[in-house]
């Protein structure tokens, strides 16, 4: 189905694909889970403290309570459960996960706030400066790797993941060239592999700059040339200024995108070589 080779390329362009990866270099406290989701949201912290904690926590949060919900024994897995590590850090804390998904504190059940968040997970506001802070955080994200890696928690990421695409597709639908619902649609026959593959490319570019990637789609929804939807999205997201997306940036978001796609023999190889390629190795200036 097109929602999973899409979240499929998200995640490879994310994280590799790989389970247990993390990361707190970036503002966000801690990300984890195959693609990457965020325990607050830098841009809240960067404004005057509204009180509102609740829209400062990241869907980490949530994604954490599918996973608690995951009966280990009913796995058939190991009684060893990493979870409850983190959950011991966090309660030293005082703090707990509450069922909606909030983390929140035990004293009076506000949620916590997303500068305690990531004063804890990555001091002085993020930028993890001494000796004491690297180890407190590479405490952190031990907990969170081990969570996020234990083989009987994947699946609760995967399927986590795939909603979440479906919930963001679904807000941003106006104007969405999908001739039905997301997750009734497949490639081959109700998108072709063009369209399904610009898509795709657009779905793993609005996690990282969701305004950025929803402005392409809409300006080539609305001018499309005569080189086609799917080309002119491709070409817009792969030569954006933004961050790391130009196609001119060795490793950058683009080429990882490409690699991926090309090698994963879910699209054919003339989309990405040769004078019909819509996904080439450089695209033109």
């Avoid at 850090?89 to 968040?117: C, M, N, P, S, T």
């Avoid at 004063?119 to 081990?146: I, M, Y």
């Avoid at 993941?161 to 490639?187: F, M, N, Q």
Wanted: charged share 25%; aromatic share 10%.
């Amino acid at each position: 189905m097109h929602i999973h080779r899409a979240f499929w390329l998200t995640c490879k362009v994310e994280t590799g694909a790989k389970f247990g990866m993390v990361q707190a270099y970036d503002g966000c406290g801690m990300t984890a889970g195959l693609d990457q989701h965020i325990a607050v949201y830098p841009r809240e912290l960067s404004r005057p403290d509204d009180g509102n904690a609740l829209d400062d926590q990241g869907t980490l949060w949530k994604l954490l309570r599918r996973m608690e919900m995951v009966n280990l024994m009913d796995t058939g897995t190991s009684a060893f459960d990493p979870r409850e590590a983190l959950w011991y850090a966090l309660a030293e804390r005082g703090w707990y996960l509450a069922q909606d998904g909030i983390l929140r504190w035990f004293e009076h059940g506000e949620a916590v706030k997303g500068r305690a968040i990531r004063e804890t997970f990555t001091p002085h506001n993020g930028t993890v400066q001494t000796v004491e802070q690297r180890k407190q955080s590479a405490g952190w994200a031990l907990l969170f790797h081990d969570v996020f890696d234990h083989p009987a928690l994947r699946r609760a990421q995967i399927e986590y993941g795939l909603e979440h695409l479906v919930k963001r597709s679904k807000r941003r639908r106006a104007g969405y060239p999908y001739p039905k619902d997301i997750t009734a649609v497949r490639a081959s026959i109700d998108l072709g592999s063009k369209t399904d593959l610009a898509l795709c490319m657009y779905h793993a570019n609005s996690v990282n700059a969701p305004a950025i990637a929803n402005k392409a789609l809409h300006i080539c929804l609305s001018s499309t040339t005569k080189s086609g939807f799917a080309r002119d999205l491709i070409y817009t997201l792969g030569t954006s200024k933004y961050g790391r997306w130009d196609d001119d940036i060795l490793g950058g978001r683009y080429q990882r995108l490409r690699t991926a796609a090309k090698n994963s023999g879910l699209w054919p190889k003339e989309l990405f070589v040769g004078k019909n390629a819509i996904m080439p190795k450089d695209l033109p200036d």
